[in-house]
């Protein structure tokens, strides 16, 4: 008998920085998932990558049967290295299927501390859409539930490792930096979450993204901020250590997404366009056969 758990991935963050120091983003789940299984039949792994494979033994571990051995499955629509929170969905999809499979459950900040053993993670696994020090852990703060949003998704090319973009020299002194807009961005998003008002939503995840040009560039990302307003959208947001972002529909614009994808890559044609999805609250469900 196994046990599968499926995680939402991510259109980057609405809004990442710091503030006096203190690492924080706003997570942006998307209707996109990955999914982990976990049996005991004998087969080899299948798509089981060493960090998920390290929070199945971790949790096992943590919850005093070390001695268990499983076989991990892992299937995904989240694509890797593009800042869509592929890993952070394996990892803790891996523990709480593992908690499952060994009779008990975690609690949202159980996983945390477990992903945040292996690597740094977004808080997608939280329900809702939550502030949170994707480091340390040391702000787990729930922010609100979305409203109904579309999200464009494009993407600028290549791949960044997240482990290496969070250990980089320079960055505590660029993120201080941008404080302020990162400050604005954040009062923006909250009161939007809080009102449900989507264009306070899309205004400050823009702020956030313009300011992280100098931290992580998106080549045309003014260019498509300029044009998406014209159809409509109420804002676009990145993946801050990563190579996608995304344009913020709210749903009565449903109908102006198709339009403006192909202006904007009309405009900038060496970005590639992904797919759309809706912005979610964030969470991981048991899927029952």
Do not use: W
Not at 141 to 160: K, T
Not at 164 to 180: Q, T
């Amino acid at each position: 008998m196994g046990v599968k758990v499926r995680a939402p991935g991510t259109c980057g963050e609405l809004v990442q920085g710091t503030i006096d120091g203190v690492n924080f983003l706003i997570t942006c789940p998307v209707d996109l998932y990955s999914e982990v299984e976990i049996t005991c039949d004998g087969r080899s792994h299948q798509n089981a990558g060493n960090k998920t494979l390290t929070a199945v033994r971790k949790t096992l571990e943590f919850l005093g049967h070390g001695d268990v051995r499983v076989r991990v499955r892992v299937r995904s629509d989240l694509p890797i290295g593009k800042g869509m929170a592929s890993s952070s969905a394996d990892i803790s999809a891996a523990c709480q299927a593992a908690a499952l499979f060994a009779g008990r459950s975690l609690t949202p900040d159980q996983i945390a501390d477990i992903a945040l053993s292996i690597e740094p993670t977004d808080g997608l696994f939280y329900p809702g859409i939550m502030m949170m020090d994707h480091v340390y852990g040391r702000i787990r703060r729930f922010l609100g539930m979305p409203p109904a949003l579309f999200i464009a998704v494009f993407d600028v090319g290549g791949e960044v490792d997240t482990e290496y973009f969070n250990r980089r020299s320079d960055l505590a002194i660029l993120n201080a930096a941008k404080e302020k807009q990162v400050r604005q961005a954040l009062d923006l998003v909250r009161r939007g979450l809080e009102t449900g008002d989507s264009s306070l939503i899309g205004q400050g995840a823009t702020i956030s993204a313009i300011a992280n040009q100098a931290i992580l560039y998106k080549p045309c990302l003014e260019t498509i901020v300029e044009i998406t307003a014209r159809f409509g959208a109420v804002g676009v947001n990145v993946a801050h250590s990563g190579t996608v972002l995304g344009v913020l529909f709210p749903a009565d614009r449903k109908a102006a997404i198709g339009p403006c994808v192909n202006a904007v890559l009309a405009a900038c044609p060496s970005i590639t366009f992904f797919r759309t999805v809706r912005l979610i609250a964030g969470g991981l469900t048991i899927v029952r056969d």
